[in-house]
């Protein structure tokens, strides 16, 4: 089955600053990389997510990448605000959803230092 | 609120007691997922329905889970004979199968399982 790694897992930054969250996947048939933040005592959140067949989606300071070729992908927030603070959670998936749904990181705990 | 919702929020039960956790998604999903997540760890695929059908099973789902989807809407998680290790927060998501793509996964807030 597809195992996702994520680092680092816990990522401290300056408010203003930029943070980068970066994961790698196992399974060359995943095209589905989503990426999720849960703060604390609720359940994950789409934040951005990206399909195999795009290298780099924007969202206003959120953005993501994708290298297939050397399966990994990058979550990047730019201008870092005290509500970032969370935890970020990559994920891949194959066609169809797969019978596994989706495979999760082990997380990253954002610190965003004020 | 039209998200999905999970009850109850917290459980704490002794040892070898049965527990049930409800799941109702949002309503026009077709699938919905049962994810476990302990303390530092992401989300681990335990098992999924499409409508009424319960399509896989992880190897983490032993004999004493079970989960039912009895008329396609809500779901029920239950554990028998509860081991400390169960102790995590269970996680329910829904999503909108569309033809061979993925859609987003939407979480409830967790029931969170304390086993003394």
């Given amino acids: ?41 609720k359940g994950p959140q789409l934040i951005i997510d990206i399909r195999s067949n795009v290298g780099e989606k924007k969202d206003q300071r959120i953005a993501v990448t994708l290298n297939k070729t050397a399966k990994h992908f990058s979550l990047h927030i730019t201008e870092t605000q005290p509500e970032d603070s969370a935890v970020y959670f990559c994920a891949a998936s194959m066609p169809g959803g797969g019978a596994d749904g989706l495979t999760f990181g082990k997380g990253t705990h954002l610190i965003i230092q004020p | 609120d039209t998200g999905v919702s999970q009850d109850p929020r917290h459980k704490i039960t002794k040892r070898g007691q049965n527990v049930t956790f409800r799941c109702d998604p949002i309503s026009e999903h077709n699938r919905l997922y049962w994810y476990r997540q ?3 760890q992401g989300p681990e695929f335990l098992t999924y329905f499409q409508n009424e059908a319960q ?3 992880s190897r983490l789902l032993s004999d004493r889970f079970s989960a039912e989807r ?8 239950e554990i028998q004979r509860t081991e400390q290790g169960d102790s995590a927060m269970y996680l329910c998501a829904s999503t909108a199968q569309r033809r061979s793509n993925t859609g987003e996964l939407f979480f409830g807030e967790g029931s969170r399982l304390t086993v003394l």
């Fill in chain 1, 1 to 41: 089955g597809e195992n996702v790694e994520q680092h680092p897992s816990t990522l401290s930054v300056q408010e203003g600053d930029s943070a980068v969250i970066k994961c790698t996947y196992s399974d060359s048939a995943s095209n589905y990389f989503p990426w999720y933040k849960q703060e604390l005592g």
């Fill in chain 2, 38 to 40: 302990t303390l530092g």
């Fill in chain 2, 70 to 77: 009895p008329k396609g809407s809500f779901s029920t998680l």
């Fill in chain 2, 55 to 57: 399509l896989e099973k």
